[in-house]
């Protein structure tokens, strides 16, 4: 069983920063990449970010960023602790959700590639 569990959320003011944890807990299948999404009240899941293998070239790390948050968010992974990090720079209040990260198989923007996700947890920005 693959269990997710994300931290670091909070209140933090319009232009703040914040850094997201997820922890992969248990004896768990390795995954090639690991995102975080995101969901406001009322809003569909949206992804963010991940990093991992390349569909294309599976040894490949990669990146893949909204273009909301480009510039902003950084998204990190360290094998050793695993665990994958998101640092959020420069908050907007339309940043404002609750963060989920997941596995899949290879870095991908598509929702039903991946098959783990967290409980998410709540960032607020307040303006």
């Known amino acids: 069983q693959v269990q997710l569990v994300e931290s670091g959320g909070g209140l933090v003011h319009y232009g703040g920063s914040l850094r997201l944890s997820c922890a992969a807990s248990?004896?768990?299948?390795?995954?090639?990449?690991m995102g975080w999404f995101r969901q406001a009240p009322g809003k569909e899941r949206e992804f963010v970010t991940t990093?991992?293998?390349?569909?294309?070239?599976?040894?490949?790390?990669?990146?893949y960023y909204a273009d909301s948050v480009k510039g902003r968010f950084i998204i990190s992974r360290d094998n050793a602790k695993n665990t994958v990090y998101l640092q959020m720079n420069s908050l907007k209040p339309e940043d404002t959700a609750v963060y989920y990260c997941?596995?899949?198989?290879?870095?991908?923007?598509?929702?039903?590639?991946?098959?783990?996700w967290g409980q998410g947890t709540q960032v607020t920005v307040s303006s």
């Open positions: 997941a596995a899949a198989p290879f870095a991908t923007k598509i929702q039903n590639e991946y098959d783990y």
């Open positions: 248990g004896r768990t299948f390795r995954r090639g990449a």
């Open positions: 990093i991992g293998w390349s569909g294309m070239a599976w040894s490949s790390n990669i990146t």
